[in-house]
């Protein structure tokens, strides 16, 4: 986020507390928040074993973001937090149960653009990083086998070594399992974004 003019919020400690697994970090946050996202998922056609369900999606969406050093805070992370469980929830209401969502402000508040726009990048990279997982395994057994190979920081010749295949032969056949896992991928967003709910 280096074009934001906004300076980092001291809310980063708690990105940090997070990262290290600091237990009173994690507790502050559940004693905070997780009666107001209960209180939100109830409202909004939702039940208490969902709203456990969602904050431990919210957690560990927000700490892998903070984890690849994607995420520093520009609002109060309890803003963020609300704000990224509110938009999964939304989210799921819209794919699973096409319910009207009510109205709950006084639970949740937009503080500031800047909580929604990290919040949607959040929301964002856990989509992406789902469908890639999920059209990955869609592959077979060899692709997904080059796939996760190539992408470690490894050079491409000793992958091809210990994959037992020659290196011309890995490049083309990467290729060939990246453009299918792309063509899976752009078929599959195209379905699920084309609905203009967005």
């Known amino acids: 986020m280096s074009n934001n003019p906004l300076p980092p919020h001291i809310d980063n400690r708690i990105l940090q507390g997070l990262l290290t697994n600091d237990h009173a970090t994690i507790d502050g946050i559940y004693k905070r928040l997780a009666e107001k996202i209960k209180q939100y998922v109830i409202h909004n056609n939702g039940s208490e074993e969902e709203a456990g369900d969602l904050f431990q999606e919210t957690i560990i969406d927000i700490f892998k973001q903070a984890q690849n050093n ?3 805070l520009t609002c109060p992370f309890d803003s963020f937090f609300l704000m990224v469980a509110k938009r999964k929830w939304l ?37 992406k990083e789902k469908l890639y997982r999920e059209q990955l395994v869609q592959l077979s057994e060899r692709c997904q086998e080059i796939i996760k190979a190539t992408l ?8 091809a070594e210990e994959l037992g295949v020659s290196y011309n032969y890995l490049r083309k056949k990467k290729s060939e399992c990246l453009d299918q896992l792309v063509t899976n991928i752009r078929s599959v967003s195209h379905t699920l974004y084309n609905d203009n709910d967005y």
């Open 70 to 72: 994607k995420l520093v």
């Open 91 to 127: 989210n799921i209401l819209k794919k699973t149960y096409k319910k009207q969502v009510t109205n709950s402000e006084d639970v949740l508040l937009l503080h500031a653009d800047e909580s929604y726009a990290a919040a949607e990048v959040v929301h964002l990279e856990a989509a």
């Open 152 to 159: 470690q920081a490894k050079h491409q010749e000793q992958v």
